[in-house]
């Protein structure tokens, strides 16, 4: 049993749902939020639900100058009984604690926080969309608060989980996108931030992205920053290649955020019997694979998109057009399985679903 | 003539100044400040100067989640005529559109922004601390503000300027400190942000920064994130070598920030005619200097220290000692040039400084 007790300001002025077959990610946001603060003589305390609102914070905000910050994202969905279902999202709070220790920020119950997520989640039952492809988007966030200009780790912090009602994350769909291999850009490398869901390693990326979209193509895969050689992730996702038969997916480094989703994949991979490996893999290998004719499927994995096939890869001069720019079957079935098991429409085997009823 | 109408809210409430021996970096802040907005619409607009005060923002504001940031520190003064001294502040402003470019943050104008500036400090003037080492730190910075989880370029900004008395950065002054070079973890790497003074850059090294001080340790000497191998800053500073007569500085990369204070200390040594490189420097080099007895100086340069002599530098197994744990010649010199030049105790033969009067 544990200390979940919060005071909950119920809103007295909802909005409307949103409605229509427009629901662009990450833009409408539900009615409450839950936010809790921490300083170092209290540390993690008063742990409230309050209106979704502005947020209130002085101009010298650590946050503002020095970017120290994680932040998670997992779904809510409504199973065919009605009720929320969440996918692992204990492996979404350990990872934030695993972020938290790389960016100085400290720890957080994982346990209190799932408990808090879930009084957030009942009372916001009504804004989990139950149409085919949407969820509710969940946004954990941790912000350095202190007003201080020293370069240095923040004594306050605000800890915060607000709620979006979204469609698919691309408005394209399951359908197959066009990658562009980014060549100049890095997005982390050994030694730096790269395994922890931080603002900066986001926008860091925004200039390579500009470029790949500039030569039409709808995200950038990143290479390692030491060489310029292995493959390590696709935009915001990780990324797998069925290769001959086999299932190819970076191995984790210190540079390459660990996916919830690729993780699933992997586990799912295993338990079909079908050959998974984690290992690097480099742009000239797969290259090699494709003019042999052996790269059969490509697809990026997170939490976002789920599954995001590749069709067309553009590396220097070479560009491979994947499995005819059709889906291939494996990633399909992956797809087809994991949102199953998320919306409880396929059974659970692996236990990865949590059910919120009343607490 | 530049339009820089700008609507001023004086405070009615100002705060007591300062008063005593104490005076911690950037924590202390003036009664003013400055602010502007920016849309995609509108371009950057409604600058005014108000009153002190919190910022509001929605929760999803994307600078709590990716990141999107950019600032800048410089310093003003008062001189023996009791006029207002601005340091080379247009090196301050270019930067910062580079910066802006770097992270996909629209260009503000720089004059436009010098003349808010001016008019923001004149309004301050009092909180411009007269007492030797101490000065009025100056912080421009822009953070993203549109409410929105997808991960792409804000199209909303806001560009503020805050103001800080403050002393000296290092509470021990300019006595030499002590150096741990970091072997595993990153500050920046080519393609990366490193060259962008961007909030990212800095929280990213806090893990890096506590290991030092766990180890006794003032600040981390940067490697270059591919080889590990090469100088590239020492916590957030450039930094300058006197090896037999010579003076060394790592050379601009992909991954270095482009310091004011690097740039004056560079164009000093040049007038002086005493030779200064810019080039690779390796810590096999270093160490090979510092054993043959040629290794006669080390210091940061940075604009909140100034310059910042290293008295021990910690490589893996290796200590060096330098210069006996006294600060160097050269250094005192270059410290005692650059700090007379922004106070105005010396002459400005380079035209660096700039006196605001009335506008």
């Not at 931030?193 to 709808?218: I, L, M, P, S, V």
């Not at 997916?249 to 699933?264: A, C, M």
């Not at 090699?288 to 553009?314: H, K, M, N, R, W």
Request: charged letters at 25%.
């Amino acid at each position: 049993m544990i200390e979940a007790k919060l005071d909950i300001v119920e809103n007295q002025n909802k909005k409307p749902k949103p409605e229509g077959d427009d629901l662009p990610f990450g833009q409408v946001f539900t009615d409450h939020m839950f936010t809790m603060e921490y300083t170092r003589e209290k540390g993690w305390f008063q742990p409230q639900i309050v209106p979704y609102e502005p947020i209130t914070l002085d101009p010298a905000a650590m946050i503002f100058h020095y970017g120290q910050s994680v932040f998670e994202g997992l779904k809510a969905y409504l199973n065919s009984e009605g009720d929320i279902q969440l996918f692992r999202p204990e492996e979404n709070l350990k990872r934030m604690n695993r972020s938290n220790g790389r960016m100085s920020i400290p720890p957080i119950s994982e346990e209190l926080v799932i408990n808090y997520l879930k009084q957030l989640l009942l009372l916001e039952k009504e804004w989990i969309p139950n149409e085919e492809g949407r969820s509710l988007y969940i946004r954990p966030f941790v912000i350095a608060t202190e007003a201080n200009l020293a370069v240095a780790p923040s004594q306050s912090y605000k800890f915060m989980i607000i709620l979006s009602p979204v469609g698919s994350y691309y408005p394209e769909g399951i359908h197959p996108v066009s990658i562009q291999v980014e060549e100049h850009f890095t997005r982390a490398v050994r030694g730096g931030t790269g395994t922890a869901k931080t603002g900066g390693n986001y926008c860091g990326g925004y200039k390579a992205q500009e470029k790949a979209a500039d030569r039409g193509h709808a995200q950038v895969m990143w290479l390692d920053g030491v060489h310029k050689k292995y493959i390590e992730e696709v935009g915001s996702m990780n990324v797998f290649f069925k290769i001959n038969g086999q299932i190819i997916t970076p191995e984790l480094n210190d540079s390459i955020l660990e996916g919830v989703t690729r993780k699933s994949i992997i586990e799912l991979l295993k338990h079909w019997n079908i050959d998974v490996i984690e290992r690097k893999i480099s742009m000239e290998e797969l290259l090699q694979a494709y003019e042999d004719g052996q790269l059969e499927e490509a697809f990026g994995a997170g939490t976002a998109a789920v599954v995001s096939p590749i069709g067309e890869l553009s590396w220097q001069d070479e560009t491979m057009i994947i499995n005819g720019r059709q889906t291939g079957d494996l990633t399909k079935f992956l797809y087809n399985t994991i949102t199953g098991i998320q919306t409880g429409k396929l059974p659970d085997t692996f236990n990865w679903t949590e059910t919120v009823k009343e607490l």
